[in-house]
């Protein structure tokens, strides 16, 4: 079966202060990397096998992508698409603020100087249909961020608005998906 698996990023220092990283490069905290290390011993000991990780190039997922590649031997390659939206205005802020929460209702909404729901679907839907091209002969893991989750998970199943807003995935979580 034609598989792709994602994995968040381990726990950044924003995380804990409940802020919004965005495309702001914002360094794991210690509890972050023994994350990322547990998710490459799990990994291993699932036997799950991949060609090659994926990864953001913001530091949080590169570091998090480098600790599963050392302790599986899947070799990792940065892949600038996996980026996170750049939320503009809204990065360093409260997550669960009122008025960003209905900023995120506007999928055209550019965020003041960021990007919009639509343009990161974009690219993201872009990389995943070259990905399935592929996923007859190479199985790859994306090390990536909660919003390129929501739009992994929508290109893969039917999501409401609501459901798209509200997905997450937590921390160093794995998940699997199914061509």
């Known amino acids: ?23 702001t490069d914002i360094a794991l905290t210690e509890l972050g990397h023994q994350q990322a290390i547990e998710t ?38 940065m892949e600038p698409r996996l980026k996170e939206q750049n939320y503009g205005k809204w990065e360093s802020t409260a997550r669960d603020g009122l008025a960003f929460k209905k900023a995120k209702e506007d ?8 990007e919009s729901m639509l343009q990161l679907a974009q690219r993201i839907y872009n990389l995943l249909d070259e990905i399935q091209k ?9 090390v990536a961020h909660n919003g390129i989750a929501r739009v992994v998970n929508s290109y893969f199943y039917e999501m409401s608005n609501q459901e798209y ?15």
Not at 46 to 59: F, H, K, M, T
């Open 134 to 142: 592929e996923a007859d002969r190479k199985t790859y893991i994306l």
């Open 40 to 77: 490459g011993k799990m990994l291993k000991k699932q036997g799950i096998q991949a060609d090659e990780i994926l990864y953001s190039p913001l530091i949080r997922a590169a570091e998090t992508a480098r600790h599963i590649s050392e302790i599986t031997g899947i070799p990792g390659r």
């Open 165 to 179: 807003a509200a997905f997450g995935v937590k921390n160093c979580a794995v998940v699997r998906y199914d061509f």
């Open 1 to 23: 079966m034609k598989k792709l698996y994602f994995t968040r990023h381990g726990q950044t220092f924003w995380n804990v202060e409940n802020k919004i990283c965005g495309a």
């Open 107 to 114: 999928f055209c909404c550019r965020y003041e100087g960021g």
